[in-house]
């Protein structure tokens, strides 16, 4: 599986962005796709999954109520709609995939997931 993310971007605070992750070669394996962030000095970190078959999806806190992922099953394509953006979400924001059957609080952690596409950036201004 072959990820691609795209859509990051410099925006202000209280703007949107809206991510891509696109998915070529063995899609149908797929179990969950995830986004994750990494901001300058920090840790990865877990922003937002979705499990491919029911479309059930987890969030972290900081993102709730924000941010809402989405999968496209016809264009092998999850979105990431960024709402409300603060300048704490400035991060390289990357996409994962897992084909193992896991539960939700597992796919939390990115030592979960198989698959990872490149980091897109994105960079809110106060």
């Known amino acids: 599986v072959q990820l691609q993310a795209s859509g990051g971007g410099l925006v202000q605070a209280g703007g949107s962005l809206r991510l891509s992750c696109a998915a070529s070669?063995?899609?149908?394996?797929?179990?969950?796709t995830g986004w994750f962030r990494q901001a300058p000095g920090k840790e990865r970190e877990f922003v937002a999954a979705?499990?491919?078959?029911?479309?059930?999806?987890s969030y972290a806190g900081s993102v709730k109520g924000r941010f809402t992922i989405s999968r496209d099953s016809v264009k092998n394509t999850v979105y990431l709609q960024m709402n409300s953006l603060e300048p704490e979400d400035t991060a390289v924001y990357y996409c994962?995939?897992?084909?193992?059957?896991?539960?939700?609080?597992?796919?939390?952690?990115?030592?979960?997931?198989?698959?990872w596409g490149q980091g897109t950036q994105v960079t809110v201004s106060s």
């Open positions: 994962a995939a897992t084909v193992r059957n896991l539960i939700t609080s597992s796919l939390w952690h990115d030592g979960s997931y198989d698959y």
């Open positions: 070669g063995r899609t149908f394996s797929r179990y969950a």
């Open positions: 979705i499990k491919w078959s029911g479309g059930s999806t």
